[in-house]
C-alpha cells in the first residue's frame, strides 16, 4: 500500500458490499365514490369583530405615536416627552372613564 492511498484511506469510507434497497410503498387503496344527498347549506352571518381589549401588554406593544393616536381615540391628549410606562398607564387610564 502506498502512502497516497493510506492518507486517503483514512479521510474515506470503504465502499459497501451490499447495496441494500428500500421497499416500495403499498399502493394507495382506491376510493369508491358514493353518492350523497345534498343538505340544506347554512351560512353562519359573520359577527362583527369585537375591539380587542386594552390591557397594559397589549398598549405596551405600541410605539409612542401609535399610543397618542390611542390616547386620542379616547380624548386624552399625550405628552409624548413622558416615558412609554407612564403614557401606557395614562392611556389605559383614559380608556377605562
Given amino acids: 500500500m502506498s502512502l497516497l492511498k493510506w492518507i486517503a484511506s483514512w479521510f474515506t469510507s470503504p465502499a459497501p458490499d ?7 410503498p403499498a399502493p394507495a387503496p382506491k376510493k369508491v365514490h358514493t353518492p350523497t344527498t345534498k343538505k340544506a347549506e347554512v351560512k353562519a352571518t359573520p359577527k362583527a369583530k369585537a375591539e380587542p381589549k386594552m390591557t397594559k401588554a397589549s398598549l405596551s406593544k405600541l410605539t409612542k405615536a401609535e399610543l397618542e393616536a390611542k390616547g386620542r381615540e379616547f380624548g386624552f391628549e399625550v405628552d409624548k416627552r413622558k416615558k412609554k410606562d407612564d403614557i401606557v398607564a395614562e392611556v389605559l387610564k383614559a380608556s377605562k372613564k
Fill in 18 to 24: 451490499v447495496v441494500v434497497e428500500a421497499p416500495k
